[in-house]
């Protein structure tokens, strides 16, 4: 479903699942396995999946795990970290993943993004944009798990990946990540204005809200979230959940909530 689309993310570090705040601080969930079994029996549109230490251990994403992985969900799946070229691509898709996520190959070898496009179509290609505000020089493009700051506006820099074949774009929000303050609607607007393809926002979300809001206001075509769905209550506890269809069109503005009858 195109419209309306609410994503979980989920970030792996090693063979576990982790929750980070601002990029740093991973706080360990749980098994990932469990956790999208959950997800399937709560019906969620897709899920995202990041792993968050392949790029800094120099290697490729965990091919054998990633298959026990995926095997277990029953949704379309993306999958982001140490993609390095079309053959870890191709891998990718035979385990039955249906989109792959750039990020810091898009700043370093951009043109892997059309031998993608043109190699599995740009349905299937999807780049992520990590990005943070700067005090001086507005929004600026991150790479290497936001550890890298570029020269690169976020505005530009999708514009041009547009061009180059991705399908779509993951707009994540540094400073907001694992914050629960809310999507950082201006950087959202900016970049969704900037290109015609679908741009899923995420970073910031804490309640269902936040989850319209983005679309409304951000024009985002999809809200991802992460803390929203695996944590409850002020300190934090795990509890995986996910909204009800009625609950997703409710805070999209699709339906209108209920008058009680006097």
């Known amino acids: 479903m195109l419209n309306n689309r609410v ?9 576990g ?12 969930l749980g098994d990932p396995i469990n956790v999208v079994r959950i ?23 965990s091919f054998d795990y990633l298959r026990e992985v995926v095997s277990e969900c029953f949704m379309p799946v993306c999958y982001g970290g140490g993609i390095r070229n079309i053959d870890d691509m191709a891998k990718l898709f035979n385990l039955g993943i249906e989109k792959v996520s750039i990020n810091t190959s898009a700043v370093t070898n951009p043109s892997l993004i059309r031998e993608a496009a ?12 990590d990005v943070r505000r700067c005090l001086w020089s507005g929004y600026r493009v991150c790479s290497h798990n936001g550890r890298r700051r570029t020269a690169l506006a976020p505005e530009a820099f999708a514009a041009d990946v547009e061009r180059l074949g991705a399908g779509e774009l993951l707009l994540n929000s540094i400073d907001r990540d694992g914050t629960m303050r809310g999507y950082d609607i201006d950087s959202v607007k900016r970049v969704s204005s900037a290109v015609k ?4 926002a995420c970073g910031g979300a804490g309640s269902l809200e936040d989850l319209g809001a983005v679309v409304r206001l951000g024009g985002a075509s999809a809200a991802a979230a992460g803390s929203l769905f695996v944590f409850q209550g002020p300190h934090r506890a795990v509890l995986i959940s996910y909204p009800s269809r009625v609950e997703i069109e409710k805070s999209m503005g699709v339906l209108q909530p209920s008058v009680p009858m006097i």
């Open 118 to 129: 043109a190699a599995f179509g740009t349905q299937s290609v999807l780049v992520s944009l």
């Open 39 to 61: 997800f399937n029996d709560k019906e969620v549109d897709e899920l995202i999946i990041l792993d968050i230490a392949a790029r800094a251990q120099g290697r490729g994403p």
């Open 197 to 200: 393809i679908p741009v899923v």
């Open 17 to 28: 699942l982790v929750k980070t705040r601002r990029f740093r601080a991973p706080a360990y």
């Open 7 to 15: 994503i979980p993310c989920l970030l792996l570090l090693g063979q």
